[in-house]
DNA sequence: AATTGGTTTAACCAAACGGTCAAAAATAAA
DNA sequence: TTTATTTTTGACCGTTTGGTTAAACCAATT
């Protein structure tokens, strides 16, 4: 089944295997980088039926970026409908934002590139998988209320959450580099260490005491 | 003077101008996106000539680069020697960075991507600047010492400025759209408080009360 | 065995691209 | 003014790239 314009679930292995080396290639150099030979060649099939099954490059891309979130988003939307405490909240979020990073670490650049060509396609995307700002907004606004917290706005409390975990893996080459002279032990054992330091660094700040 | 390998201290105005308009493109549109006849036009001359001061691609973009950290760098090295509390220092790097980047809020994703592509040039360009990881993380183990602030790692605490401080220029658009659905008077505000929120956000996690 | 319809391939194409070159134009030196 | 040097240009080149096409392949149906 060709893709084309129409989306069909079911997807033959052919599709599966360009999708795949698709989502590779694209990660790691981004829509102006890739190659679509490159992408071929690493499905190892011809480049035409690369092109039989999405037409072009940008259609492959827009297939890609939306298959990167279907897995995600839901899981997120999930625990931010979830009713428990402020404090327990950002700890489940920040801990499933960080486990599917370090899962995925080349995604938060992949993901900011095509953010910055064109902002509105994740905002859509986001909405359309039932997280609005106006519901996170109002939890944190309600949650800041109920139990002894200091006074944030929520916009700013869910770009800090949003900046200390996405940022570090944008930034882990640099990080490796730069902070521990390549030395992969600690890195990784910074890396381990960073889900529960930043519940802990959000807590600690917004928590009277 | 033509540059190609040499460095020269007094740049012609067409080399200013080139500069100027690589600076553009290529922080708009990265290394791959960026055309060489569109920073030839952009900086209103032919092509050949761009190549005729910078010998390729390559080494216009590097040039680029190493001259847009020519003038942040200092700035940043100054407050990191200065001998004043941490609080302060954290206060005074923060201020230093969110108003240059609301000077270049495009800066973010040029430098995330190239860090990505060569890990050792920023790290290098840091390090030649007289920027040294050793002497940032022992200033903060003595600055933790001396006055009443929880424990928390240098490596976290230097990840986590940078990524409250860079991560939000990265993802401005996406936020404008998302959380402040384009309305550009709530969204300047925000930005404009960031620069003391972020500052409290992090001396509230780190001092003890 | 022949037909049909979807799948895969090799070969090919036009456009775009980074880069070169010889000559013209402008500037400096004699 | 003439000569030498540097700067600027238009035309050009080889390669790479996304994309097309016609034919080959293959499995199912009749």
Redesign the pocket.
């Known amino acids: 089944?060709?893709y084309h314009d129409i989306k069909s679930d079911s997807l033959?292995?052919?599709e599966l295997k360009i999708l795949s080396a698709a989502r590779k290639i694209f990660i790691r150099k981004g829509l102006d980088g890739?190659?679509?030979?490159?992408i071929?060649n690493e499905a190892?099939?011809?480049?035409?039926?690369v092109?039989?099954?999405f037409?072009?490059?940008?259609k492959?891309f827009e297939a890609v970026f939306t298959e990167v979130f279907r897995n995600f988003l839901p899981q997120i939307s999930g625990v931010l409908k979830s009713e428990i405490p402020l404090t327990d909240k950002i700890e489940a979020i920040v801990g499933k934002y960080i486990d599917f990073l370090q899962k995925n670490p080349y995604l938060p650049m992949f993901v900011m590139n095509e953010i910055n060509r064109n902002p509105d396609k994740l905002a859509n995307l986001l909405k359309s998988n039932g997280i609005e700002p106006e519901d996170i907004t109002g939890q944190i606004k309600n949650g800041l209320d109920n139990i002894e917290l200091r006074d944030i706005k929520p916009e700013h409390l869910i770009v800090n959450i949003l900046s200390l975990c996405i940022f570090p893996f944008a930034a882990k080459s640099m990080i490796e580099k730069f902070l521990f002279k390549g030395d992969l032990k600690k890195f990784n054992a910074f890396f381990n260490e960073r889900k529960s330091e930043v519940t802990r660094f959000i807590i600690n700040s917004i928590v009277k005491q």
């Open positions: 089944m060709i033959s292995e052919t890739a190659r679509m030979q490159e071929a190892g099939i011809n480049k035409a039926l092109h039989y099954y037409r072009n490059k940008q492959l």
